[in-house]
């Protein structure tokens, strides 16, 4: 192999993680995000071809170019993709050391929403597999939703030994690990490892280059939810650095049964210590039968649920309920109200980030603002250098150490 020659792998020891359909996969990766969704805008009543949504009145910023709110692009779905029948069983119990608004006066537990946001897209994660052997559910990152600004992926993951996602790169955005169930061991090539146990979290940033690898840990199934935020240009390059937070130490708030779980940004007048680079709020509610909630989310924010366990009523309190499984994009406004209208307790994340506005070149695990700094990217990958220097000599122990 030549640096004339473009690599048609990225010269990964065997067994690595294979091509997948979307183009995540490492060997061989060409698919590329230039200008990302670029469907003309659909028209002031279209709801995207569900007739069980309402139509979409406010703009929402999916894929702008700039700051400013631009017209919904949206992706339609593909009618005849391939269906998949594997299917994820119960997660586990929300993690129990929860604060209560007695220990907490004088926070606004209940705001008021001037314009409440409705769902305008909605879908449902099928599995899939990645990685060697796993099965996550792609929501965002799939061919119908390729990016949603400042969001890359969400898979939710299911994966047992010897299934996993052994040694692969990352450059120019960060993972973000959040487990359900069981636990992963990850270790990196500068040896920085650990384990991510059930209501753990990492916040990865990878910037301009980590090389890894993700592993269930122990006995049974590992479950969690892998996000992947994309960084700013002025962030792609940056050091890589981790935000480890153990279960017990997630700031949490129970009150008029809803309980929250502040991943980042903050609800219910308590706040991660979580540093996002790229603004974003990530929160993990639990609603029991008959508990409404209303959380405040900044006004340009692009925003989006995904439902967990249970079934809940988003935006309007006269739509249908959502199962679990299932991504719901959510529309302009201040807020998002939910209703537990169903016996079972209802649990979803909410997840929001302030769009970056900015081009999306991507190569499976790199992701950058143009085709040529993914050139160099792999040209880096591939000779080691600019902050790939110890992935020359370094094997995750699991794929038979140094
Ligand atoms: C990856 C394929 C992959 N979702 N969820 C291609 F599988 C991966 C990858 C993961 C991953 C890891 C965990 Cl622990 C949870 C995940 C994809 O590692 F990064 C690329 N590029
Ligand atoms: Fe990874």
């Given at each position: 192999m030549t640096s004339t020659h473009r690599p048609?792998?990225?010269?990964?020891?065997?067994?690595r993680i294979k091509a997948t359909r979307d183009g995540q996969g490492f060997v061989p990766l060409t698919e590329k995000v230039k200008s990302p969704i670029t469907k003309p805008p659909q028209s002031p009543n279209s709801n995207g071809g569900d007739p069980k949504l309402p139509p979409i009145k406010a703009p929402l910023p999916l894929l702008s170019l700039s700051q400013s709110p631009q017209p919904i692009r949206l992706h339609l779905p593909l009618s005849n993709k391939k269906k998949q029948s594997q299917t994820i069983h119960g997660l586990s119990e929300f993690p129990s050391s929860v604060q209560t608004e007695d220990s907490m006066a004088e926070t606004e537990i209940s705001p008021v929403l001037q314009e409440p946001r409705h769902v305008v897209r909605k879908f449902q994660a099928r599995p899939q597999h990645e990685g060697d052997g796993a099965v996550v559910r792609r929501s965002?990152?799939?061919?119908?939703?390729?990016?949603?600004d400042p969001f890359l992926v969400l898979d939710e993951f299911s994966v047992a030994a010897p299934a996993g996602f052994p040694d692969h790169p990352h450059r120019g955005f960060e993972t973000v690990t959040y487990m359900l169930e069981g636990a992963v061991m990850h270790e990196d090539f500068e040896g920085h490892k650990g384990t991510i146990k059930a209501g753990d979290l990492q916040w990865m940033t990878a910037g301009r280059g980590i090389v890894h690898s993700e592993m269930p840990a122990g006995p049974g199934i590992s479950k969690g939810l892998q996000l992947w935020v994309n960084l700013s240009s002025t962030n792609k390059m940056i050091e890589p650095r981790y935000q480890e937070i153990q279960s017990s130490d997630i700031a949490c708030m129970a009150k008029d049964g809803v309980e929250v779980r502040v991943i980042a940004g903050e609800s219910m007048g308590v706040q991660s210590p979580v540093y996002t680079r790229t603004p974003t709020m990530y929160l993990d509610f639990k609603v029991r039968q008959s508990a409404h909630l209303r959380q405040p989310i900044p006004a340009t924010w692009n925003s989006f649920v995904y439902v967990l366990e249970g079934e809940g009523v988003f935006g309007s309190e006269r739509t249908a309920p959502v199962g679990p499984h299932h991504l719901l994009l959510l529309g302009q406004g201040d807020g998002l109200e939910v209703w537990n209208k169903c016996s079972k307790p209802l649990r979803f994340v909410l997840i929001g980030g302030e769009p970056l506005g900015e081009p999306v070149a991507q190569l499976g695990p790199f992701v950058m603002n143009t085709e040529e700094e993914i050139d160099r990217t792999i040209d880096d990958f591939q000779f080691y250098v600019?902050?790939?220097?110890?992935?020359?000599?370094w094997r995750s122990e699991g794929m038979g150490g140094l």
């Open positions: 048609r792998d990225l010269g990964l020891p065997k067994p965002i990152g799939r061919f119908e939703l390729k990016y949603f600019n902050g790939f220097e110890k992935a020359k000599h």
